[in-house]
């Protein structure tokens, strides 16, 4: 149980204790400076403890914000500072330091104060250098009144604000897309209140959302038009409970490594069983449409990789922060008219327009219509995207991190084959030019690809295509990622892999192939999506052993190839299904090991605050 330590004379009438224990704190009085290091000396280490002015006037939420977040080892408002387990030392050093002032200003006649203390502590953990998390409270109240008038003043400046009301509103993402913020936003806030006042957890909305989604999905399997309909339906709930669960953090701060996880993962699994239920209720009316569905996986999921893979390459650039290049400033201008917000935010296609899109379409349409427009809709939003984070990569000196280049080789995902390449590449005199990795890339991918368009099945000049695909990627990989455009080298190699699956299996024409190959792609994107959600939680990649297990992009592209070259059409089918089962057994596993050895662990908390995906 945390607890906290109320320094200080007690004020009459004061609220404070009360307002400390409804947020879960076992409140401890100390009347100095030294009874407060005593108290702190005999918590257990393990707990959360807060440092809190008798004195402090101020909103509950305020003290929420301030001392229950729990992705913050050490975090401070105006009279309150807290530490979670990983910042206890610090604290304990920054108190140790006050008392001994406080000591001596008592031998020089002073006398032993308590007030101002936890003010004190916060001011001596920023001498120190530690990294001390001050929420942003708006128009809340956090204030340690100096005398009774000062007191009074704070008292009326707490009683004109709606505490609730700026809580429910802080509930909702501050960045987010048109149809989340004026459709979804505006009553799922609500929603999120209800579930925190039940009991409910963000991760048991997160899986009801999954729950429903899935529901949706054998909606669509159905074929039928009452199917569809439901489905549109079901989706746009699933929608609903998938904005609750973030709010309900927010709402609550209940923050977590696993929540974060599973909210990212979920998400991905939805849109992709739905894509197939689609595709299975296409089938049941005669028409084949698990090419088109494994064509819209593949362009989100590389669009969610250009998106990584940009972000983490200016991870640490102080000129991605200062948007210096003349593609942000025209950005910034048209930010200043209002309308071009929305408008802007709406082009990319986020998940909340995405998910209304395909749920209208579904009920009023056919499968076959919805991925149409799927398409459309992904390639327009991709190359927007893409082109503006070309030109800002391009009129700007960049300048990229060794943390950058490796988040990127990660991304790369490069197995053995790759790997014994490069380290050979690596050594060659020949450099290619900063910034021009991707043009190293680009010709092995693009010949893979038309290789496995152009040619019929069974034929060998993919395999001979996927050879050189390997000695290009890892050229490609040789020399750190530092390059202006290098960030797009990882969603290269995604396209170049997916892609030649979806084109084989095509050529195949033997129905369940490309079912098979969905699998396949499902599951090696997965590993994909694990790795990035593993860098953005400071984790790093997943474990080497894994990658080279499951061959790396280049090793299972070679194996593909080679056995469409060798295997007969149905012979095929099934071999894309063992593959398909083996990696996601893999994956699965040791991503799930992962995420709930970290969440028992103890790892920081997470909350994902970036823009729709």
């Not at 009144?145 to 609730?164: F, H, K, L, T, Y």
């Not at 494994?294 to 893979?309: E, K, N």
Request: one cysteine or more; aromatic letters at 6%.
């Amino acid at each position: 149980m945390p607890t906290a330590i109320l320094t200080g004379q007690p004020v009459p009438g004061s609220s404070i204790e009360g307002d400390l224990r409804s947020l879960g704190f076992e409140v401890r009085l100390a009347s100095g400076a030294a009874d407060a290091e005593t108290l702190l000396a005999q918590l257990p280490a393990g707990e959360r403890v807060a440092v809190v002015d008798a004195r402090f006037v101020g909103h509950v939420h305020a003290l929420r914000l301030g001392l229950t977040d729990p992705r913050f080892p050490l975090a401070a408002i105006p009279g309150a500072v807290t530490a979670q387990p990983a910042g206890r030392r610090a604290l304990t050093r920054a108190m140790a330091r006050e008392n001994s002032a406080d000591a001596g200003a008592s031998a020089d006649g002073g006398v032993t104060l308590a007030e101002g203390l936890a003010d004190r502590i916060a001011d001596a953990l920023d001498t120190d250098g530690a990294e001390v998390h001050r929420p942003e409270l708006g128009s809340l109240v956090a204030a340690v009144p100096a005398d009774p008038q000062a007191r009074n003043e704070a008292r009326q400046a707490v009683s004109a604000v709606d505490d609730e009301a700026v809580r429910l509103k802080s509930a909702v993402k501050a960045r987010d897309g048109f149809f989340t913020t004026f459709f979804v936003s505006p009553y799922s806030r609500h929603l999120a209140r209800w579930c925190a006042r039940r009991g409910l957890t963000p991760n048991q909305v997160t899986t009801a959302s999954l729950l429903t989604a899935l529901i949706a999905a054998a909606c669509a399997a159905t074929g039928t038009r009452g199917g569809f309909v439901a489905a549109g339906v079901l989706l746009v709930a699933s929608f609903v409970l998938d904005c609750t669960d973030g709010q309900l953090a927010r709402y609550s701060l209940q923050y977590s490594t696993l929540g974060a996880w599973l909210d990212a993962t979920f998400d991905r699994a939805k849109e992709y069983a739905y894509y197939a239920g689609l595709a299975l209720g296409a089938a049941r009316g005669g028409d084949d449409v698990w090419a088109l569905a494994l064509g819209a996986m593949i362009l989100q999921t590389c669009r969610h990789v250009v998106d990584f893979a940009f972000n983490e390459a200016n991870a640490g650039d102080p000129a991605a922060t200062a948007n210096t290049s003349p593609t942000a400033a025209l950005s910034d201008r048209l930010d200043s008219v209002g309308w071009t917000v929305w408008v802007r935010r709406m082009i990319v296609l986020p998940i909340g327009e995405r998910w209304a899109m395909i749920a209208v379409l579904t009920a009023a349409t056919t499968p076959r219509v919805t991925f149409y427009a799927l398409l459309v809709g992904c390639a327009f939003a991709a190359t927007y995207t893409t082109a503006g984070r070309v030109l800002r990569s391009v009129t700007r000196r960049a300048r990229r991190t060794d943390r950058a280049a490796k988040a990127l080789a990660d991304l790369a995902d490069s197995g053995p084959a790759a790997e014994a390449l490069a380290r050979v590449l690596g050594r060659l005199p020949a450099r290619p030019p900063l910034g021009a990795r991707i043009l190293v890339a680009l010709p092995g991918g693009a010949l893979l690809v038309l290789a496995a368009a152009l040619e019929p099945y069974g034929s060998a000049l993919p395999v001979a295509a996927a050879v050189l695909y390997t000695v290009t990627s890892a050229a490609a990989v040789a020399l750190p990622l530092k390059g202006a455009l290098d960030w797009l080298v990882p969603p290269l190699l995604r396209a170049a892999e997916y892609g030649t699956v979806l084109l084989l299996a095509a050529k195949a024409e033997v129905n369940g192939v490309l079912p098979a190959a969905y699998g396949l792609v499902a599951a090696v994107a997965y590993h994909h999506y694990d790795t990035v959600y593993r860098i953005r939680g400071g984790a790093g990649a997943p474990p080497h052993w894994l990658v080279r297990a499951i061959g790396g992009h280049e090793g299972r592209t070679l194996v593909v190839v080679v056995l469409a070259a060798l295997l007969t059409a149905a012979q095929f089918e099934v071999a894309l299904t063992v593959l398909a089962v083996a990696v996601a057994l893999v994956v699965l596993a040791e991503s799930i090991r992962f995420w709930v050895s970290a969440h028992r662990a103890g790892a920081p908390a997470v909350h994902d605050e970036g823009e729709p995906a």
